[in-house]
């Protein structure tokens, strides 16, 4: 079982760097970063959608939900004023070569919520785990290049890009095995708090960073739609799943 978890957890890191070298080695236009960036979303929010809402609801386990969800946005916001004054101060100081770092912990927790799901999905039986990497891989491939598009604005080296892809896929192997070793174990209540936690930090990745990310650019209907794209693919392997 444990052989099996971390084979397809490379699957998703290694999807994760093909997304990001795509952007690195294609220099792409303001339109596709902004189809990227809504296809991200629709998928992050696909994942919320079908593979971690159900399972919140269906336990009936109110407390730990709030305490769960609350702490998430509790966390994502410390992290967004913190990453803005970050910011701030690097562009005071004329810093062409500040980090977008908002966006990158979000998706950092974001990654290890899906490795964490991945570890899960194996607990739950091998053909659940099995899709759910394949899912997964679609959905951080479109990270990885929104990972390299939003850092595209600051003067960062390609090597430096390449080792923020490494790290986030890292957190992402690092979730798949907590998943499987230690959160199939767990309690339902304390799994319930996790989860929770994961819905908040999630919801906040799309609708605070993802989303305002896509809409700096001018938006056509056909990268609006592109969020819609995200979400069906996701929505359908789910229940194919």
Request: aromatic letters at 10%; a negative charge; hydrophobic letters at 55%.
């Amino acid at each position: 079982m444990f052989s099996e978890v971390f084979l397809y957890a490379l699957i998703p890191v290694i999807s994760i760097l093909i997304g990001g070298m795509t952007g690195l080695f294609r220099k792409p236009s303001g339109a596709f970063r902004s189809s990227v960036l809504h296809f991200a979303a629709g998928v992050v929010f696909s994942v919320v959608a079908v593979e971690l809402l159900p399972d919140v609801i269906k336990e009936h386990k109110p407390v730990e939900v709030g305490i769960g969800f609350g702490l998430g946005i509790a966390t994502m916001l410390l992290i967004k004023y913190f990453a803005e004054k970050y910011e701030s101060k690097s562009e005071g100081n004329s810093n062409t070569n500040a980090l977008p770092m908002g966006l990158l912990v979000a998706l950092g927790i974001d990654m290890v919520i899906d490795g964490l799901l991945l570890g899960v999905g194996f607990a739950a039986g091998n053909t659940e785990g099995i899709l759910l990497s394949v899912a997964l891989a679609f959905e951080v491939y479109s990270l990885g290049l929104a990972v390299v598009l939003a850092c595209s604005k600051s003067n960062i080296s390609k090597q430096k890009n390449l080792l923020i892809l490494f790290i986030l896929g890292l957190t992402f192997f690092v979730g798949a095995v907590l998943g499987i070793t230690l959160l199939s174990s767990l309690s339902q209540e304390m799994l319930e708090l996790v989860l929770s936690f994961g819905l908040a930090a999630l919801l906040f990745l799309v609708t605070e960073e993802l989303l305002m990310e896509a809409h700096e650019e001018k938006e056509t209907l056909l990268q609006t739609s592109m969020f819609f794209v995200g979400f069906l693919i996701f929505l359908l392997v789910g229940m194919v799943a």
